[in-house]
């Protein structure tokens, strides 16, 4: 059976997508370079998914280092448990995930502990996938990259191993920037880095990769999205936790799976239906997606709800691509621990309401004389306490770690109404977290087929190999063939490729051998449209658009052709209506 993983992987690096990265040198495993076609795959991704989540959400775009400091990776937990459990062959000293090699023995091996799946290695005489040789002693691996800042190294960092970091703490900037409403939304598209033990699976694992992440911002109390009646109806293949432990996925609407609280809430639905309508628009086969929930035992023990976008491979099988998660308030409360600063949103009511509370007011007449300097900070203390606190012959509060007290004569206390316009809150957060690498793999096998076509009339039939990219994210979106390489035809070619260019339009101008085999090298890197220029062409004014997968042909004028191009690439435009049918 054909191996289409190692087709698609021959085509990229013969054709200038992906090549192994310190190649030279005879590389390394968990980097990949983009080459002059993948790189422009890639941006066009990055730019449908700014499109989505930057324009028609305005959750606006940061950019900050990709390097953290140590303090910030403490408060997200990265330093204490960012790991993986490492196993080391004795004989060949070769690295492996333990809970990878394991997987065929045990159900859910990614929830045992290290020394858990030492008995397991042990228990079923796992050996080395390698060599043959033993295996040792299981240890928690951290994946991330330290660094050291600055000469000597008198502050530690680390490569970030995701980019939400740094949104969280800039949350007070952006807090202001949004003018201090709920919800709002930041995103941002960079490099993060895990130094995987070992990335054995192409550019599905790598130790250098790109995220596209959104940071949303939500009033707790109220996680209905005001625009969920847009997408409501859209169907989604749900793999949820019980159709895991029944072995089954079922489609639904997104409007029924938050109805019956399969998807936790609005917020997490909307942003499940934006997710599949970009994967869908950038080229992923509706027929291989999938959104599995975590189960209960592998959910982030900040999460309250999370998904994964899946997307099947021919080789890996289901892949995750995005994860979509409701973070609660575990980040903010994290980094406000650690920075001492309070990260928090006043909101204020659209009424303001009475409510009756327990007030104690210190006497500072008597607290005063009785504690001199320290009277203000322990009358603060005494406000804080509660009706239970001042049931006993003596009131204590704590004051600079000291407990300290304080006669009932120097307080008085009483229930009290007050009015009040809002309340203090902090916010929870909604993440979707979308690994381009994995979606610009997806693309390249989803729109790879190879099947048997003439290259040129009266000829025999060869194989055709075509990328069945969508015009919108092909990397070459237009090539310019004059059919014979005469003045005659190449300035006519010459004046079309500038105004398809000062339209926006990537084109590959060719005219190198026959004009069959010049469609099939375009065909090959997924070129939607390839446009001929001809002797007809200086009679009338006409040139032969060529449809990429119908290999159907219509005649246009050169005029305006620019405009032609940009309809069917942006506009929907169809290709019966670019011209008249040849």
Known sequence: MTDKYEQVIELAKRRGFLWNSFELYGGTAGFYDYGPLGAMLKRRVENIWRDIFVINEEYYEIEVPTIGIEDIFIA??????????????????????????????????????????????????????????????????????????GPGGKRSGYLRPETAQGMFVDFPRLLKFYR????????????????????????????????????????????????????????????SQKGQEQGSSEKMSIGDAVQNKIIAHQFLGYCLARTYQFLVRVGVSPEKLRFRQHMKDEMAHYAADCWDAEIQSDRFGWVEVVGIADRTDYDLKAHAKQSE?????????????????FAVKPNMGVLGPMFKGNAGKIANALKLLKSEDLSGETIEVVVDGKVIQVDKEAVSFENVTEEVHGETI????????FGIDRITYSLLEHSYFEEEAKVEEGEEEEKRIVLRLP??????????????????????ANKIVKALRKAGILVAFDDSGTIGRRYRRNDEIGTPYSITVDYQTIDDGTVTIRDRDSMKQVRAGMDGIEENIYDMIYKGKSFDEAGRKV
């Open 76 to 149: 997200s937990g990265h330093v204490g448990g960012f790991s993986d459990p490492l196993t080391e062959c004795l004989k060949c000293k070769e690295a492996f995930r333990a809970d990878h090699l394991v997987g065929d023995v045990v159900e859910n091996p990614d929830t045992l502990s290290a020394d858990e799946l030492t008995v397991v290695i042990g228990k079923h005489n796992i050996k080395c996938p390698e060599c043959g040789g033993g295996l040792g002693k299981v240890y928690e691996f951290n994946l991330m990259f330290k660094t050291s800042i």
């Open 471 to 492: 015009p919108e994210v092909a990397p070459v979106q237009a090539a310019v063939l004059p059919l014979l390489t005469r003045k005659e035809l190449i300035d006519p």
């Open 426 to 433: 902090i916010p929870h957060v909604i993440e979707p977290s």
């Open 180 to 239: 201090d409403r709920l919800p709002f939304g930041v995103t941002q598209i960079g490099k993060a880095y895990r130094n995987e033990i070992s990335p054995r699976q192409g550019v599905i694992r790598l130790r250098e990769f790109t995220q596209a992440e959104a940071e949303i911002f939500i009033d707790p109390r109220d996680k209905t999205h005001p625009k969920f009646g847009e997408i409501s109806d859209i169907i989604l293949v749900l793999y």
């Open 341 to 357: 600063t309070e990260l928090n949103v006043y909101v204020s009511y659209d009424k303001p309401i009475k409510v009756e509370r």
